[in-house]
């Protein structure tokens, strides 16, 4: 059999940094498409856009405040938010899931969809010289 190349250790390591990645935002992106986290209030401060070739994004910053006084985040962003969502001193219910920079409105979030599909790519890739390696010994046996 040979000798696992260069390539395929990369492209191995690739992968497993995927699914490092992915898991380190696995616990809170679940945690917000559950709606699991601290309620409270966001009040929004202001609107910070970034502007692409014919597309802007913006997210409204602003603070949270738990519902029991606890927690206090300011400079925080509301996930999901655009440019009409709020205007400056507006409240809108929220959650906090812990994640640095930025808590959810009530209807939560599906970044979990995202983290699911960069685990699936980095287990592809990961295992895929390992795979294909297999598939190349099984054909020369065949032979």
Do not use: K
Request: net charge positive; charged share 20%; glycine share 14%.
């Amino acid at each position: 059999m040979r000798r696992v190349s260069a390539f395929d250790v990369v492209v191995m390591a690739c992968g497993l940094a995927l699914i490092a990645l992915a898991a380190q935002n696995l616990g809170p992106a679940l945690a917000a498409a559950r709606g699991d986290g601290t309620p409270g209030t966001f009040t929004a401060a202001q609107v910070e856009c970034i502007s692409h070739p014919g597309h802007e994004q913006c997210t409204w910053m602003g603070e949270f405040r738990s519902d029991d006084g606890t927690v206090r985040r300011a400079g925080i962003g509301f996930y999901g938010s655009d440019r009409a969502m709020f205007a400056p001193g507006r409240h809108s219910r929220a959650f906090d899931t812990g994640r640095p920079g930025h808590v959810y409105g009530p209807g939560g979030s599906n970044e979990w969809i995202v983290v699911a599909l960069l685990m699936a790519a980095g287990a592809a890739l990961a295992a895929w010289p390992l795979v294909r390696r297999r598939g190349r010994a099984r054909q020369l046996q065949e032979s």
